[in-house]
């Protein structure tokens, strides 16, 4: 089991920044990778970024990419995830999940390839 627990949501004005947190507990020696994913009312959930746990490898979503920084600390067993000129487009619920393998379909951007997630942490951007 692992258990994931996010902070760091709120609400402020476009052009602002955040960090998230995820703190992970349990068997995070089994992690392969960790994800954050969106969910804006209305809409699936969609990939923000990832990064291997063990090599650092970040991977970053389209409407995202430049913006926003993914980053992990393995001695905190903790991921980041650092939100630079947010928009109004931004606002959603944010999760960060944990694959504990490679999945060769969709590696670490798919919803399905990972195997616990985080309750959500809002973010509200407002114009």
């Known amino acids: 089991q692992v258990q994931l627990v996010e902070s760091g949501g709120g609400l402020l004005q476009a052009g602002g920044s955040l960090r998230l947190s995820c703190a992970t507990s349990?068997?995070?020696?089994?992690?392969?990778?960790m994800g954050w994913f969106r969910q804006a009312p209305g809409k699936e959930r969609e990939f923000v970024a990832a990064?291997?746990?063990?090599?650092?490898?970040?991977y970053y979503g389209d409407s995202v990419k430049g913006r926003f920084t993914i980053s992990r600390d393995n001695v905190e067993n903790t991921v980041y995830l650092q939100m630079n000129s947010l928009k109004p487009e931004d606002t959603a619920v944010y999760y960060c999940?944990?694959?504990?393998?490679?999945?060769?379909?969709?590696?670490?951007?798919?919803?399905?390839?990972?195997?616990?997630w985080g309750q959500g942490t809002q973010v509200t951007v407002s114009s």
């Open positions: 999940a944990a694959a504990l393998r490679f999945r060769a379909i969709g590696g670490l951007l798919k919803v399905d390839n990972y195997d616990y």
């Open positions: 349990g068997r995070t020696f089994s992690i392969y990778g």
């Open positions: 990064i291997r746990w063990t090599s650092a490898t970040p």
